[in-house]
């Protein structure tokens, strides 16, 4: 469900919100460059017992945690995957604006992993998130750039499964703004660099 999309192959920090046993973490963890890091949550601690330490030379952090009143730190994460998870948060616009807020540069990306249906099934899925309504939910929140990554048939009878992919692109004065800030930490830190005996 994880097709190529940008960003893959290179070094990045990601989360797994509702990652549950490991399923698509260890999917994304395939798709990241080595070195990467990926945090895993979840506020089933059985369900984060399954998830391993590595895979593919990425590091794997979990967390027990209720994502719904999880506090993502600004601008620290270059993507974030929700997998079959946002169809038990009630207050999904409020979940994917704190996403937003946590992507770098404001250019990350979030993908979306659900069932396309509407209709609420107990339990299993209490709050539906359709394709439509995935796409809506991203825009509003200032992500663009949609694309459909995948899709395929659910073996539970309850919709297709789709991947939805979206980032926030930079406006020019961001990317300014991002150009200026580098600069001035270059200028300030360039006697300060640690060397290679330091850094091991």
Sequence with gaps: MLAPA???GVTATWADLGCGTGTFTLALAE???AG???HAIDRDAEALASVPATHRDVRILTRQADIEALQLSAASLDGVLLANSLHYVRAQSTLIASITGALID??????IVEYDTERPVPRWVPYPVSRRKASTLLRDAGLSDLRRLAERPSAYGRGPLYSLWGRRSMSS???DRRSETRFSLA???A???PSAADAS
């Design 106 to 111: 404001r250019s990350g990306s979030c993908i």
């Design 191 to 193: 006697g300060n660099l």
């Design 6 to 8: 940008p960003g893959w």
């Design 31 to 33: 798709l990241l460059g």
């Design 187 to 189: 200028t300030r830190c």
């Design 36 to 38: 990467s890091t990926i």
């Design 173 to 175: 004065g961001d990317r």
